[in-house]
């Protein structure tokens, strides 16, 4: 099972719990949604940055074809 098919499965549980009526805590939702916000924010800032040794190549690969600037 691919990673969006296992992400439409838990938002159709969550979606079918909330229709039944499960009640949950304002401060379990809150927290539940700042773990998932700053996760997002880690993983993206990770992504779209020359972190990792592949990542570095990737940028002097780049840089070398002229299709980025370097820092400076």
Do not use: W
Not at 39 to 62: M, P, R, S
Request: glycine share 8%.
């Amino acid at each position: 099972m691919d990673k969006a098919s296992i992400v439409r499965f838990i938002g159709l549980i969550v979606a079918l719990l909330a229709y039944f009526g499960l009640n949950v805590p304002e401060d379990v939702v809150e927290g539940i949604t700042s773990l998932v916000v700053a996760v997002l924010a880690i993983y993206a800032a990770f992504k779209n940055n020359y972190i990792t040794a592949k990542g570095k190549k990737q940028k002097e690969v780049l840089e070398k074809e002229g299709l980025t600037k370097g820092d400076k």
